[in-house]
């Protein structure tokens, strides 16, 4: 009687999994069949005669294409750098001070930074950037996105950092290094693969994000790819879904294309802390 | 090749005082262990004198130069981490010759002087593997390979042999030995393994809470422990330590259950020291017992508890009161003995300590 039931609700289970995620591959479906149909509507299907088409015409809008292929890679890769930089070095500190509450520090950070985020700072933010004449600076947009991504980087840069063994530092001091060297010879080199996880994490997010650049740049020649998709809205405010699909399309490529390269160099082993 | 000189070192972490007002000299040359249980306060003094950790009184002199506040780059020294803290996205060429490289030695003289130590050290044919694809033994000389290559005056080593496995610790003790005796350099090691400070020191710092509880060549402190801690630390199965009386007038030392040891023919070994007390420690190693089958004088009544045989020789726990007694038997034969035995203490080799633990004297 046991086997039964057992066997009836994992059949359950497995098919509410798959309504689940049907519902969420669907979109995901559109992305990969839309772009390729000159006539394509909401709906999921195969195209009759596929075509490059739509990409053709999506390449003609000068505006898209540089929002997309400079402007995105500016602001993402801008703020991967940042953050990488400023959250190994900070958390390479933090890992070996001796300050009195340092632990609850860091919990703070994390935890003020997903309260007061996004939405929430908006005014602030952009008064903020006004009075420092960062506003349509795209250096503002990767100041302000580092320093919304930067507690989590911390966070995940802390376990890498704190898996090296101080007395491998120590060592090194008795050799007659200095601290600086020191970071460059053994710590750095430790902590690649963590760097590596947060620059590409930091670097997917940038990629991704609206709301900051929307927010903080004026002008259009300055705006990143999610932006420049709504001008390929019609005058109406209609999609016009053979332009979006494509448009969208070459935007989730190079994310893609990242996923791919992490998991072939890294293997998602990243989570524990990683020894060679 | 220099002496180190440690002047009234107090360390704190907070609260806790981990060295406590500690004065040391090591002399040019000279191979100094501190002996110690965990969290006495030895590995902290080393790291005092490395510099690794800043002092926060007294001074450190190491040759006739004060290196209190140097950071270790500067004091000369060489270190051997308790887990070789080789790096190991490095090869054992790379981390050997890390300190030439940082000193800017060209890389030429470099690999040349490397491979110069790495051969003396047997692990010549090893330098380009890295660390993870090497025994453990051989890591432990690739460490000790890196502190040579310095050139330093003074060796530092923070229990360099725990992490090897028994056999493979007597070699590499024998080996320790050895080098510093050849290179005749000045060396401070810690250790929490009496035996091992027993074989290569010149001198033991037993340590304790921070002090040092007593200082001196490993047979006088062996032979003459300065107090409780050090004789039962110490040598291994520990002295025996009974608690007793004494009764000077009737000339005798009184355990439990009123049996008397006369010492009435040794008063004048504890000289002035010796009064009416009670809380008195009565210590005695267990070779320095011999064992009697009938009463003979000087000796104290005890029921045999059980016998080991520990093949070279027999350990025999007996029982006076409530305490055991241990005692050593060198023969081959097994010990024929009844329950009720005589201990007969070598009295030149026994020690009475005071109610604090202090050697009467």
């Known amino acids: 009687m046991r086997d039964y039931e057992s066997t009836f609700s994992k059949v359950i289970l497995v098919l509410f ?51 997309l292929f400079r402007n995105n890679l500016i602001i993402a890769g801008g703020a991967m750098l940042t953050v990488a930089a400023v959250a190994t070095l900070a958390s390479y500190g933090l890992s070996r001070t001796r300050i009195a509450g340092r632990d609850i520090l860091v ?29 349509d600076t795209h250096v503002g947009v990767v100041l302000v996105m580092t320093g919304g ?25 008795v050799c007659g290094a200095g601290p600086l060297r020191i970071f460059r010879d053994i710590a750095f080199p430790l902590v690649r693969p963590g760097v590596a996880v947060v620059a590409i994490w930091a670097f997917v997010n940038a990629w991704g994000a609206f709301l900051i650049p929307v927010v903080m740049l004026r002008s259009p020649n300055n705006m990143p790819a999610s932006v420049a998709l709504y001008s390929f ?24 294309i990242l996923y791919l390269l992490v998991n072939w160099k890294f293997g998602f082993r990243f989570f524990g802390g990683i020894k060679s | 090749m220099a002496k180190i000189q440690l002047e009234h070192i107090t360390k704190k972490f907070g609260e806790l005082t981990a060295v406590d007002d500690v004065s040391l000299e090591v002399s040019d040359g000279e191979f100094v262990a501190l002996l110690g249980p965990s969290g006495c306060g030895k590995t902290t003094t080393l790291r005092l004198i490395a510099g690794l950790e800043v002092p926060n009184a007294g001074r450190i002199f190491i040759g006739d130069r004060e290196v209190t506040g140097l950071p270790p780059r500067e004091r000369d020294i060489a270190m051997v ?18 300190p030439l490289k940082v000193r800017g030695v060209s890389k030429s003289d470099m690999v040349a002087r490397v491979s110069d130590v790495a051969t003396e050290l047997q692990i010549g044919d090893l330098l380009e593997r890295r660390p993870g694809q090497v025994s453990g033994g051989q ?31 007597l070699e590499a003790r024998a080996f320790l030995k050895h080098l510093q005796q050849e290179v005749g350099v000045t060396a401070v090691y810690v250790t929490h393994d009496q035996a091992e400070a027993m074989a290569l020191a010149d001198r033991i710092a037993v340590m304790n809470h921070g002090h040092v509880m007593q200082l001196g060549h490993p047979l006088d ?7 409780t801690f050090v004789a039962a630390f110490i040598g291994s199965p520990p002295m025996n330590l009974l608690p007793c009386e004494v009764d000077i007038q009737a000339g005798k030392i009184l355990f439990e259950g009123d049996r008397a040891l006369d010492i009435s023919g040794y008063r ?80 030149d080799r026994t020690f009475l300590y005071d109610k604090n633990g202090d050697l009467l004297q």
């Not at chain 2, 981490?81 to 890390?98: C, E, K, S, V």
């Not at chain 2, 080593?157 to 028994?166: G, I, T, V």
């Open chain 1, 149 to 173: 991504l930067l507690p989590a980087a911390i966070f995940m840069m802390r376990d890498f950092v704190d898996s090296i063994p101080r007395s491998y530092e120590e060592a090194a001091l």
């Open chain 2, 81 to 98: 981490f308790q887990d070789y803290a080789l790096y190991p996205h490095m090869t054992l060429l790379d981390n050997i010759g890390y």
């Open chain 2, 268 to 347: 004048e070994r504890w000289g002035g020291a010796l009064k009416n007390g009670r809380d008195i420690t009565l210590g005695v190693r267990p070779e320095n017992i011999s064992i009697s089958a009938t009463e003979i004088p000087g000796s104290i009544p005890s029921r045999v508890y059980v016998v080991q045989p520990l093949g070279g020789e027999w350990l025999v726990v007996t029982q006076v009161g409530a305490e055991l007694v241990s005692v050593r038997l060198f023969q081959d034969e097994a010990p024929e003995l009844a329950e009720h035995v005589w201990l007969k203490l070598d009295l």
């Open chain 1, 17 to 67: 999994s798959m309504a689940c995620m049907a519902f969420f591959a669907l979109p995901l479906l559109w992305l990969l069949t839309a772009p390729f149909n000159p006539m394509t509507t909401l709906a999921v299907e195969l195209p009759d005669e596929p075509s490059l088409d739509n990409f053709r015409t999506v390449f003609k809008n000068e505006f898209a294409i540089r929002a």
């Open chain 1, 233 to 256: 809205y019609s005058e109406a405010g209609t999609p016009v879904h053979t332009l979006v699909s494509a448009y969208a399309f070459l935007y989730a490529v190079p994310v893609l």
């Open chain 2, 139 to 169: 890591q432990q000389r690739a460490s000790v390979a890196r502190a040579l290559v310095h050139q330093a005056q003074v060796f530092l080593f923070d229990e360099p042999l725990s992490n090897l496995d028994a056999k493979l610790r």
């Open chain 1, 107 to 135: 919990y703070v950070l994390m935890l003020f930074s997903s309260v007061v985020g996004g939405t929430a700072a908006m005014v602030p933010l952009f008064l903020l950037a006004y009075h420092l004449k960062l506003i």
């Open chain 2, 221 to 227: 402190v062996y032979r003459r422990p300065a107090n």
